[in-house]
């Protein structure tokens, strides 16, 4: 309005404006601010501005056409952040999901932090905020809650219209323990992690019939309600899909009863409905005191179970959809709340798995089971 003024009064050069296409001349810084206002309200959008340079066109120039279109083609193929650009991870508040979050934001990646539970997830996506990654994006979501999985499913439809990668992190672990017998133990490592030191922790490390259908409602089943919610929105990917299954050693096979070992273990017969059928006879064996007797390990029993069903699921989804890249990792034995913060791994070496496995190159390869960044058997 006050150049149009100082255009109408013909006072123009008195007021300091260029003389040389004076009305192009502030239009176009005008749509520059535009740009860089838009930029800063939408951060989960790639908006640029560009000269095209000096072409030949209807006005006068000196580069062809095909010259200066070559800064918007440029522009307008960005990549997100570099390699993929729209991610979820859940159980994102704390531990493991918490530090993927910031190590795929720190990548450029627009990166939608999950929690169950509001005030932790706020709190947790602010300090992200602090460190300079304000592409980490708030939204609430309880794996065992379909509701709040359709909510974050319509919030990505109406927000981005897509999303490329999703980590599936959140879990629990069906166990109580008794922290402090536990800390006073200072039971070795080596023999907790391979499962041979159940018998040390005994009355310390406690299970029940509910822990153990929480875990596996949260590490199985609470996987299979958000992925297949995303999967229409994963499908949509122009940057590639990628799922990340955030395992266990654990689920090892070798943890599993042989009869059923076998089946979990063999993709050309596995299906989503033995795998029903299997967690079935679990919670059965469980609730009739019969878990030991038919053969399952006694330490942390669903927890095993759960994993060992997740690892089986990632290898049919990525047989059904051959198209995305698809893995299940185990993250090390770290430090957390998890694993009454005994692990000998920190946040961030625990959370280079799942990075390494969002960040695949297309082609890589799915349906794999990783033991922190390195492939291994089942
Ligand atoms: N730490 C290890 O050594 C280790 C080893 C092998 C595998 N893992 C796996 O790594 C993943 C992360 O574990 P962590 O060690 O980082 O443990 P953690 O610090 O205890 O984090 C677990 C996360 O899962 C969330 N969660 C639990 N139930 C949920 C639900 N119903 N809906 C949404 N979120 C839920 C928790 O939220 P709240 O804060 O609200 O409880 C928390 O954010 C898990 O899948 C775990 O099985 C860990």
């Not at 999950?114 to 990654?133: S, Y």
Request: with cysteine; hydrophobic share 40%; charged share 20%.
């Amino acid at each position: 309005m006050k150049f149009l003024h100082d255009l109408k009064d013909n006072a123009l050069d008195s007021n300091g404006w260029t003389m040389m296409v004076p009305v192009y001349s502030i239009s176009k810084a005008s749509l520059n601010a535009y740009t860089r206002l838009l930029a800063k309200k939408y951060p989960e959008m790639l908006i640029n501005c560009v000269h095209p340079s000096y072409v030949s066109t209807d006005m006068r120039g000196i580069l062809t056409v095909e010259e200066g279109a070559k800064g918007p083609v440029m522009l307008a193929l960005l990549q997100d952040g570099g390699p993929t650009g729209m991610q979820v991870v859940t159980g994102a508040n704390k531990g493991i999901g918490l530090e993927t979050v910031r190590q795929l934001a720190s990548h450029g990646i627009t990166v939608v932090l999950t929690a169950r539970d509001e005030t932790r997830g706020t709190e947790a996506t602010r300090k992200l905020h602090q460190l300079g990654l304000s592409n980490v994006i708030f939204h609430q979501l309880d794996v065992l809650d379909p509701v709040s999985i359709q909510s974050l499913a319509k919030f990505i439809q109406d927000k981005f219209g897509r999303l490329d990668i999703l980590v599936n992190n959140a879990g629990a672990s069906g166990v109580v323990a008794d922290e402090k017998a536990l800390k006073a133990l200072n039971i070795d490592t080596a023999a907790w992690i391979s499962g041979k030191g159940n018998h040390l922790v005994q009355g310390i490390v406690t299970h029940t019939y509910e822990q153990g259908e929480k875990c596996i409602n949260t590490n199985y089943y609470g996987v299979k309600r958000v992925t297949e919610a995303l999967l229409p929105l994963l499908q949509l990917s122009p940057a590639g899909t990628r799922i990340v299954n955030v395992s266990s050693c654990s689920g090892a096979l070798t943890r599993i009863p042989m009869n059923i070992r076998n089946e979990l273990g063999d993709i050309k017969v596995l299906n989503e409905g033995r795998i029903d059928e299997i967690l079935l006879k679990f919670l059965h064996d469980f609730k009739d005191n019969a878990l030991e007797s038919c053969g399952w390990t006694m330490m942390a029993p669903a927890y095993s179970i759960s994993k060992a069903s997740l690892n089986a699921y990632t290898r049919i989804l990525a047989k059904k959809c051959p198209e995305m890249v698809i893995n299940c990792v185990h993250p090390g034995y770290v430090s957390t709340d998890m694993t009454w913060h005994g692990g000998i791994l920190t946040v961030e070496e625990g959370a280079k798995g799942p990075v390494m496995l969002a960040l695949l190159q297309d082609g890589g390869p799915t349906g794999c089971y990783f033991d922190r960044t390195q492939q291994a058997e089942f």
